[in-house]
């Protein structure tokens, strides 16, 4: 199942050595297993971060990169083997496998990590690690450190330095390589075959979860494990919830439904939006407002090449739902002072997208210097729009009321241009119209 051969996970490890130096030491701990209900078990997600040099996907490990420590420069303390556990809970990986198959240079039980911590850390100038994450690694470093100072009269060094491995790691996360884009795009061709089962299935009378049922039978069906988030549907009024995940109310005639759902393939995220009419047809108000927030995405997806800061995305969009809000009478004022004044706050108040990636919101910082920085070829993004125009908004005519649109695509930023990942879900409204028309 897994599209990133474990050779590239060691070129990640490399380029990690490669930028800390042979007097830094790299620790990065596993997410631990989550809490057991009774005898049921909840499926497990592994850190991000730790993924991205391992592809280990056990709980209740630790990666520590050592350049030129006596026993490699990749320790792995993981779970050693224990046939009755793997009886109930399924395969380990154990010592063995931590060397053969996921290219350790030694292992060890993840019991003895604590006693093997002072050794690693001897003559270490720095320690790279995600500082404030997790508390017993914080504390367990510090004890570690503190029983190394009790050894310098013996002539060891104790590490001086205590720095972040999250800006290294996220910088090197934000540039997709080719396996990576071949995972993403997995995890969205699950999402669009989602998007269109729920948009196809959709009638008057049919809860919410209904449609969250029709999304997860195709991710699951296409080796998603798991949604990369819980999928938002949104009839009506709950449409203008950004984060609505309640999904268990009856969608009615003559709303609209918004979906914001992407399956997750072998830890990477898809995370799509579409927002259609429940009953196939679009009001004239609804058209209105969802043919203006159209247009500024295509818009918005059309600027998108390297080289483009971050934030005139957001600049494009905000330009054109202004300037169309005001021709239909919702924004009243000058264009650039209804601009300057952030106007558009009230109806779209979320950013233009985010980096996508191991996560839906990915790693990644958005400014460098306090400037947004430019977009680089192989860097994955969200482009998602939207306008959400609430019951009773002052001053706002109530035939727009409880209309919250939303459409939101995957784009990946290639050499001259961009490229749409999410392709072939209806999307304008005669394509919508004619889709849920069909068979119907
Ligand atoms: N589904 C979360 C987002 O669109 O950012
Ligand atoms: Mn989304
Ligand atoms: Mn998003």
Redesign the pocket.
Known sequence: MPLIPMQEYAARRQRVIDQIGADSIVIVPANNEVTRTGDGSYYFRQNSNFYYLTGFNEPDAVLVLAPGYEDGNFILFNRPRDPLMEIWNGHRAGQEGAVKEFGADAAYPIDEFYDHLPTLLINRKRVYYPVGRDMSIDEVLMESVNTLRSKVRSGVAVPEEFHSIEPMLHEMRLRKSAAEITTMRKAANASITAHKRAMKACKPGMHEYELEAELMYEFYRHGCRTP??SS?VGGGKNGCIL?YITNNEVLKDGELVLI???GEYDYYAS?I?RTFPINGKFTEPQKQIYELVLKSQLAAIDMIRPGVPFFDIQKTIHRILVKGLIELGILKGDLETLLEQQAIRRFYM?NS??WLGLD??DAGVYKINNEWRPLEKNFVL?V?PGLYIQANSEGVDPKWWNIGV?I?DDVLVTESGCEVITPGIPKTVAEIEAFMAEGK
């Open positions: 990369a988030y938002i984060h914001d759902a992407g995370d939006t979320h997208g985010h839906t919101h969200t998602e939303r939101e």
